[in-house]
Nanobody, 121 residues
Framework: QVQLVESGGGLVQAGGSLRLSCAAS????????MGWYRQAPGNEREMVAT???????NYADSVKGRFTISRDNAKNTVYLQMSSLRPEDTAVYYC???????????????WGQGTQVTVSS
């Protein structure tokens, strides 16, 4: 099993910044995708940013130029630096990882418990 611990959410004024962190621990042989999704009330969960083990990065169009995703493979940790925050960025942010426990095992997906980000206008 894999455990994800998220931190860094909170309340910030529009134009401000926040940094989210997500540390993975447990039965991890290799990590592939690490990323962040978000879900606002009444909306479906959407991908915000994903970084792969190849360092390929995908961003949602709505956050390009404002958010930066990075990872520390030695710490099994993924970060999301959020700048120029807008009220529409308000949501619960979920960490997501894709990992496997052994060299020949299957890839599994894991989710964090979610951290609230609220941007006031």
């Amino acid at each position: 099993q894999v455990q994800l611990v998220e931190s860094g959410g909170g309340l910030v004024q529009a134009g401000g910044s926040l940094r989210l962190s997500c540390a993975a621990s447990g039965s991890i042989f290799r990590l592939n995708a690490m990323g962040w999704y978000r879900q606002a009330p009444g909306n479906e969960r959407e991908m915000v940013a994903t970084i792969f083990s190849t360092n390929t990065i995908n961003y949602a169009d709505s956050v390009k130029g404002r958010f930066t995703i990075s990872r520390d493979n030695a710490k099994n940790t993924v970060y999301l630096q959020m700048s120029s925050l807008r009220p529409e960025d308000t949501a619960v942010y979920y960490c997501h990882i894709e990992s496997k426990e052994t060299r020949w095992g299957l890839w599994n997906n894991y989710w964090g418990q979610g951290t609230q980000v609220t941007v006031s206008s």
